[in-house]
Structure formats: C-alpha cells, structure tokens
C-alpha cells in the first residue's frame, strides 16, 4: 500500500485521536487518583510486531518510552498463534516494562476476521503492590510487593479470577488497584474497537504498511535534526541524594552524523536500596530527553528511539542487575533528561533548559478515618520548578520530567483524615537569572484524629542544588520536616496524631547572568510574591522601594516602586567590582 503525503496526514490524525481516545476511557474510568488525577500512565497503539506507531496526548516518559521498548517481551512469552479475541496480557516486572512493581503494564491484541492487526498497551502507576509501604527502604526487590509475571489478566473475555484473587489477598488497596487494572483493559477494548472502525472507514486491510511509514519518516526527521548538531563528545554530571550516601551520575554524549550515542559510564554503582533503575527506564528517559532537546516535533514512536544509542554499565545504578531494589527508581531516573540537557548546553546551549527540580515529590500517607475506623492510603504528588529556558523563564510546580500533575487539596482530603494547611508558591526558590528558574512549593500537612499516622516521602535534591546555565544561578533546595526539624526521606516515618509534615519541593536554576534581568520583570516578580524586596536587590541588583505600611496584610502593585537610577549604579558598581 502506497500512501501519499495527503492520505498519511489524514491516517496519522486519526490513529492520534484513537490513542487520545483509548487514554480519555482510562483517566475517566480509573479508581485511582496517581491515574485519574495525577495522569501517571502512558497509552500507545503498536503494530503487529510490537513497534510502538503513537501515543496518547499525555503521559509520562517512564511509562511511554519503557513499555514501548517492553513490549517485544509480551509478543516473546505469548506469540500471536497463542492468543484468541478477548486475551489480555499484563505484567509488573520491573526488567521487562517500567522499573518498578507499582507499575502495571496491560497488553492487548485487535483481531480483525481472526487475524491479530495490532496492539494496544498501556501503563499505569497501582496505588499499592503489597509489601513494603513505597519507599526506598527495601534491600531487594522481593520485598517491595507482589510480581506478576506476563500472564493473562483475560482469557478469551473471561477474567483470570485465580490472579484477580491473589492480588486483592495482597494489596492494601484492593478496590482501587483491581479497578485500574479494569480500567486500563477497557481503555485498550475502546482503542481496539475505534481502530477497527477506522480500518473499515478507509478500505484498509493491515496498518502495518501505515506503521512503516510513520516509523521511517520519524527516524529520518531525528537523524535530520542530528546532523545540525555539531559532532564532538560532551560530559557532564550531577549528585542525587542518594539514600545512605549521595550518587554520582554522569554522561558522555557522543554526536556522530546522524546517531547519538550515550554512555552513563562512571555513574555509581547500584545501590543497596530501593533507588535503583533498571535499563530500560534509563533508556527510556535519555531518548526523552534527546528528541525534546533536539526535535520536538517529531512524533515518538519506534522510529525515535533508533538514531539513539544509550549503554550504562551492568551493576550500575542506571543499569541494576536482580534482584536488585527498585521502588523509588523515579528518584534517579528523572535527573536523567537535566542530566544529559547539561552536556548538550555546550553544544546547543540556546535549545536546553537548566537544571530543574528533577524528580517529582511523591508521597504515600497512611491514616485510620476517625469515624468509621477504616484505614486509608493515599499518594500525593507535588512538583517543583523547572529550569529556566533560553528566552523564557522556567515554569513553576510543574512536573518536567515526568508530565504527572498535583493532587488539588479538595482531591486530598476526601481520600484520606489529613488537611492541607499551606500550599503556596516558594519565594525565592527559582534560581536568579537572565530568566528565573521556576519556583517549587511551600507546603503544609496535617492529620485528622487520634491515632498515629505515616508518611513515606520519596523526594530529592535535599541536598544537590538544580544547577543554572550561562551564569545562572542555582534553584533553592527542597525541604522536609516534621515539627519544625529536618526529617528522614525515602523512609517510613511514623508521627504522633498532632505532628506537621513541612514539604517544600526545590526549585529550577535560572539562566544568564541575574544583573542582565530587566528591572520591571523583577519588580513584577516582588509584586507577585516571587521575588523578595531582598533577593531583588542581592541577586539581581535591583531597588524596589515598599512605600506601605509594614503591618499591612494586603499588599497591591501601587506599593512597590522601582528605583530606576539607584538600580543602574548598584549593577555598574557589581559589574566593574
């Protein structure tokens, strides 16, 4: 079947739509909040020979880009001749899809007159696996909850009831992570039926012809946009917290004509605990990374992944060997994109973002309802600033580089007895600059009855500052507490019924030198509480004179006036000093 330019956009758009559709089904049906609310989940139509074509609008690089990857492992276990109308087919392994247990991979092929034409898959974020309440405390991943092997979640329509027992036997959240897991096998079911439709509407017999040619145009568009980076090697490093000790991650990116090669070679080596990233994660972020960095535009799918190269070393912490922990490998895996940003800025440092928050904040809080003495567990995420841009500033709260989203306080509090007592953008957290980095959040959380409660915070850069480009400054730093004292992370933690968790997620570096800011952006930033009086003046060498009265509570615009004259002498005087 030969397609022509026109014909190709039209299939291409409408393949698009049945994705969002399949995607649309599943936020709207899940039980969960991680799913319905948070949208930690990936959607993607594949091929007869498991190669990813699209994805849906949204989702999060760890789980689009590793269950893209992974699903050669499903077609492997069950080969077509195995499977009949009505198969589903699921997994959690972390090795063969999305690097941790939590996250349920589900699997199923489109029969058309008896002959499988495509794939449906998608992945989501389970609120509870068993086991170890999520964190990174365990020492091997047999502790962290139940592992479900590529099996058959349905059979021929019917579901596999023996499996559906198990895990409601060892699940905290039967409900809820049976229900996804419906959730998700009808958001394939509706994405089947739609590309079935679409099928008959336009005559065709397979999609695979389809297929190849949006797979080739996509890899031929990356290595087009690859030949317009300058070939050379460049490194770069960042330090995560680590969990006992601090990790060392490191990169060599190597561009060569039309291909990119990554080698995370003198990372640390994996951990003893649950932080560890299985390769195909890693993979999954670094060509994230290269197409957002290099070509945006370029749809991702298996033609994507083909200019680029990534090795790390086995027994590394970007290439872990079982039975390794797993858990919190988000809290690695997601400073992988600054990572690599950061030995491309010097290379194409107009077309990369400074350092960011990184990893999104993620939260499993443990309560019993004073009332009906029912137990709840809840995940919240909360996200930090990105690094600032080239030409823009970086964007507050927002979750880059995983897409998940925050948990409004209304969400919150109906799940579980605790209230949200502060939440607010942190002054002073983005990090100075030509453009600011974007600002993390200040947040407050407290519990509602008698009994003790828990918190398992799975956070970082507690103690590694998001780095700033081209004189930029760093991000603040994140902070935890309880009661006003730092406390321990990626731990349960236990607390008394009145304690108060402080949760301030870090903010994003800024870019450029602070002293080339014009001075009515920064005066707009103290007007809108991002900015302090101080810091305009300290970092970025700006007066701005408050003419209301301290105790004032209110405070608008008319208060603030920018002291032009006296701001030109302050950044003359730190220029020549």
Known sequence: MKLDPIQLEVLWNRLLSVANEQQTTLVRTAFSTIVRESL?????????????????????????????????????????????????????????????????????????????????????????????????????????????????????????????????????????????????????????RSLLQMMDEFGLVTIDPLADEIISRSENALRDALEQIPNGSYEHEVWSDGFEEPLRLKVAVTVEERDIHINFAGSSPQSQRGINVVLNYTKGYASFAVKAAISPEVPHNEGSFRPVHIEAPEGSILNCVEPAAVASRHLVGHFLPGLIFGALAQAIPDRVLAGGADPAWMSIWRATWPHSRKPANFTLFQLGGTGARPTKDGLSTTGFPSGVGGVPAEIMESQAPILQLRRELRTDSGGGGKYRGGLGQATRIAHVGEDDWSVSAMIDRTRFAAHGLNGGLPGALGEFELDGAAAMAKSVLWMKPDSVVSMNPPGGGGYGDPLDREPCRVLDDVVNGYVSLAAALEVYGVVVHYLGRPDQLVRLPEHYKLDREATSKVRQRRRTS
């Not at 058959?152 to 027992?165: A, D, Q, T, V, Y």
Request: proline residues 7%.
């Open 40 to 192: 930690d989940l990936a959607c993607g139509v594949f091929d007869t020979r498991g190669q990813m074509i699209g994805q849906s609008l949204t989702g999060t690089p760890g789980h689009i880009n590793p269950m893209a990857t992974g699903a050669v492992h499903f077609l492997n276990a069950y080969p077509p001749e195995t499977l009949e109308p009505g198969d589903v087919l699921v997994t959690n392994d972390p090795w063969q899809t999305a690097g941790q247990i939590n996250d349920f991979t589900v699997l199923t092929p489109v029969f058309r007159d008896a002959e499988i034409v495509a794939y449906f898959a998608n992945c989501c974020h389970a609120p509870d696996i068993g086991g170890r309440i999520l964190s990174a405390e365990a020492r091997e991943v047999f502790e962290e909850g139940l592992r479900v092997p590529i099996t058959k979640l349905f059979s021929g329509g019917e579901p596999n009831r023996e499996l559906f027992k198990i895990l409601r036997a060892n699940v905290r959240t039967p409900n809820e992570t049976v229900g996804d897991l419906y959730a998700q096998t009808s958001s394939n079911a509706v994405g089947a």
